[in-house]
Each structure stands twice: as C-alpha cells, then as structure tokens.
C-alpha cells in the first residue's frame, strides 16, 4: 500500500540550531513529494515540492529538502530555526499516474526553545 | 485576496444536525477537493472534484454530501452530525491533473473547525 511516513511526532530544538525533519516514502514508484507546514489554528502551507530533476529542492522561508530514492526519504532541513518555525510539519506523496491524490505522513510538532 | 476560503472557520453543533461548509476560489483551478483532519492531526482526502464532476470519492459515510455549483465552489454538506465528525475540514484546489502535472500545486484553504456536542 501507498503511503507516507514521519518518524519523529515531535521534536524541540533550540533557536538557532539546525533541524532535519524526517520523512519516508512507500511507493510502486517514485511519487511526487511535498512537504507542508500548519502553524496553530491556521491551513497548510506548501513549503516545497520535488518531481523530479534536482534532488534538493529549495522552498519557502529558508527550508530546503533532498530527495533519495536508495533510501525511500525525503527530508527536510533548515541550518538555523527561528522561533516563529514552530509549527506541525506533514510531508506528503501523490503517485504520478493519479496526481491528485494526497498521502500524508503523520506529522512532525516542532517546538523550538529559546 | 484570499485564495481559497472556506466558511465558516468555527463551527459548534449538536449531534443529529445537519451544516454546511462553504469553499471558494480564485485562482481559476478546475479541481477542488476536500480533506479531513482528526484530533490526531491525521489528514485524509474526503473526496476531489473536477469541472464539478466527482472523480475521488473516498471511503466517506453517505451522510456527507459535496456539491459543486460550479468549478470555483465546492460545499460540503453533513447530515445527521455525530461526535465522530468533530475534526477540521480543509478545502483545497489546483489545476487539472492535480499534483501529478510539473507546477501544479494544491492550494489549501484555513480549514473549518468542527465540534459536534
């Protein structure tokens, strides 16, 4: 079965420190991937997306993800939290022969201490 | 200049009810859809439209009904509301082909919180 998969349920780090948040991938073949964020009590916003070509893909508000298919991830980082990244983290899949179909891992609660 | 708003954001209501949530976008996508958000955080696709034609239809209880006036609306209506029901309801939108054409992004409403009581 499909799916996508987050390790970590949360995660503290401290302001400043660098974060890789993880993600894995269960797939026939190689899906397209996202990674979205959720600050409390607001929507989901795409931070980045890969579908193919380069294997790190760069997003939005500094964070950056690299896609391996030896190890069926796609983890995402940023050298340096700020406290307002505190937030819940999903990563997601869609196979590529059906493109609208959303698979969520479970998400990732960041706290960053300050 | 909100790109896809849903109505209403909090919604508090009694077992047996019937409500309605309310999606619109502007961004000129053909396909919307709706997800579902439990109290474990979990996101799962409700159901996904296209050009106001039903093309996903998850494993969803037949109390909750879609409706799509129009490419740039999709509602979705729940009778007979239980406790199971209480989650947050994400709206959603993007081009034809959703997230498997290169440079379609799907674009997600602010979600609408429901408690059933």
């Known amino acids: 079965a499909q799916s996508v998969t987050q390790p970590d349920i949360h995660i503290t780090v401290s302001e400043g420190a660098s974060l890789e948040l993880r993600c894995n991938y269960s797939?026939?073949?190689?899906?397209?991937l996202f990674w979205y964020v959720q600050s409390p009590g607001q929507g989901l916003q795409l931070l980045l997306k890969?579908?193919?070509?380069?294997?790190l893909v760069q997003g939005i508000k500094g964070f950056e993800a690299e896609f391996k298919r030896s190890q069926s991830s796609f983890n995402l980082r940023k050298p340096s939290v700020h406290w307002s990244d505190a937030a819940e983290y999903f990563c997601a899949g869609t196979p590529r022969t059906a493109g609208n179909m959303l698979t969520f891992g479970g998400g990732t609660r960041l706290m960053v201490k300050p | 200049d909100t790109a896809v708003s849903q109505t209403p954001k909090y919604l508090v209501t009694q077992m047996g009810n019937d409500k309605s949530i309310k999606c619109e976008q502007n961004l000129g996508h053909d396909t919307m859809y709706w997800y579902k958000q439990d109290s474990k955080k979990f996101l799962k696709i409700m159901f996904s439209y296209n050009n106001k034609e039903l093309i996903i239809n998850e494993t969803v209880p037949n109390r909750f009904s879609p409706k799509s006036p129009d490419k740039a609306h999709l509602n979705l209506h729940i009778n007979s509301l239980e406790l199971g029901d209480s989650a947050v309801y994400f709206c959603?939108?993007?081009?034809?082909?959703?997230?498997?054409?290169?440079?379609?992004?799907?674009?997600f409403g602010e979600g609408s919180w429901l408690t059933v009581v």
């Open positions: 797939y026939g073949a190689t899906p397209y």
């Open positions: 890969y579908f193919s070509g380069d294997t």
């Open positions: 959603a939108s993007s081009r034809r082909g959703g997230q498997g054409a290169p440079g379609n992004t799907i674009y």
